[in-house]
């Protein structure tokens, strides 16, 4: 069973930056898809990031293209959302996501219900 614990999460001024952090227990496929996925109140869960934990292929929404960054440690099971230039609109609930193996299209790779395991998740607040 693989188990995903978000930390990182905080409130921060328009322009600030944050870096959450997803560690990852159990077992651990070097085929899994890593995502970032984020939910505002009254709003439906979005991928922000993904990334390919073989090969490191990277994807971006186009709301944070050029603002977060996506990376791992397959050594220390971690992967990594660093968010720069953070807007207001950024502000919701962050979760980290793994699928559970086997390829997905690049036209899925922000589809939730893609993943199979996800965490509790992690609250940026961005104030204006």
């Known amino acids: 069973q693989v188990q995903l614990v978000e930390s990182g999460g905080e409130s921060v001024p328009a322009g600030g930056s944050l870096t959450l952090s997803c560690v990852v227990s159990g077992y651990f496929y070097s085929t899994y898809l890593m995502g970032w996925f984020r939910q505002a109140p009254g709003k439906e869960r979005e991928g922000v990031a993904v990334?390919?934990?073989?090969?490191?292929?990277?994807y971006y929404a186009d709301s944070v293209k050029g603002r977060f960054i996506i990376s791992k440690d397959n050594e220390k099971k971690m992967v990594y959302l660093q968010m720069n230039s953070l807007k207001p609109d950024d502000t919701a609930m962050y979760y980290c996501a793994a699928t559970g193996g086997g390829r997905v299209p690049a036209a899925r790779v922000f589809k939730a219900y893609e993943y199979n395991y996800w965490g509790q998740g992690t609250q940026v607040t961005v104030s204006s």
């Open positions: 990334i390919h934990t073989g090969g490191g292929a990277t």
